[in-house]
């Protein structure tokens, strides 16, 4: 980790694509503010991450600076479709509490979806898409 980084053009690239499949998704109560910083609690952690809370519709989606492989439109593209999915599935993974269960198959419905959308999914990137993942 640390041997790419993402600039700015990239957040845009980034933001735009998430601009896109909140639309495409349904998304557009909440209100995402997309920042371009790793993740503090897992500075080794993911090309992008989200927090959310659905009480109050709001959400930070953040591109990742360090990231594990080479930066593409494509992957940008894709990381923002990773976290929308995220996003999508929030209120209901709240339900699932901390089940690492519901996780796992959180993740598993992403990949497939993923694979739906793009052909492939990210995490066949070498992006490590495990369970710290957010
Ligand atoms: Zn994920």
Same mark, same amino acid.
């Given at each position: @980790?640390?041997?790419?980084?993402?600039?700015?053009?990239?957040?845009?690239v980034?933001?735009?694509?998430?601009?896109?499949?909140?639309?495409? &998704?349904?998304?557009g109560?909440?209100?995402?503010?997309?920042?371009?910083?790793?993740?503090?609690?897992?500075?080794?952690?993911?090309?992008?991450?989200?927090?959310?809370? /659905?009480?109050?519709?709001?959400?930070? @989606?953040? %591109?990742?600076?360090?990231?594990? %492989?080479?930066?593409?439109?494509?992957?940008?593209? @894709?990381? +923002?479709? /990773?976290?929308?999915? /995220?996003?999508l599935? +929030?209120?209901? &993974?709240?339900?699932?509490?901390?089940s690492?269960? +519901?996780?796992?198959?959180? /993740?598993?419905?992403?990949?497939?979806?993923?694979? &739906?959308q793009?052909?492939?999914?990210?995490?066949?990137?070498?992006?490590?898409?495990?369970?710290?993942?957010?």
């Amino acid at each position: @980790m640390g041997t790419y980084k993402t600039t700015a053009k990239d957040v845009k690239v980034f933001a735009r694509a998430v601009k896109k499949w909140q639309a495409k &998704m349904g998304l557009g109560r909440w209100a995402i503010f997309v920042q371009h910083k790793n993740d503090e609690d897992d500075p080794d952690g993911d090309a992008a991450w989200v927090l959310s809370d /659905h009480e109050t519709l709001v959400c930070t @989606m953040a %591109l990742a600076v360090d990231w594990p %492989l080479p930066v593409t439109k494509e992957l940008l593209e @894709m990381s +923002a479709y /990773h976290e929308c999915l /995220h996003l999508l599935l +929030a209120p209901l &993974m709240d339900y699932a509490g901390t089940s690492k269960h +519901a996780r796992q198959e959180e /993740h598993r419905l992403i990949v497939a979806l993923e694979r &739906m959308q793009f052909g492939k999914a990210l995490s066949e990137h070498g992006e490590t898409d495990g369970e710290s993942e957010d």
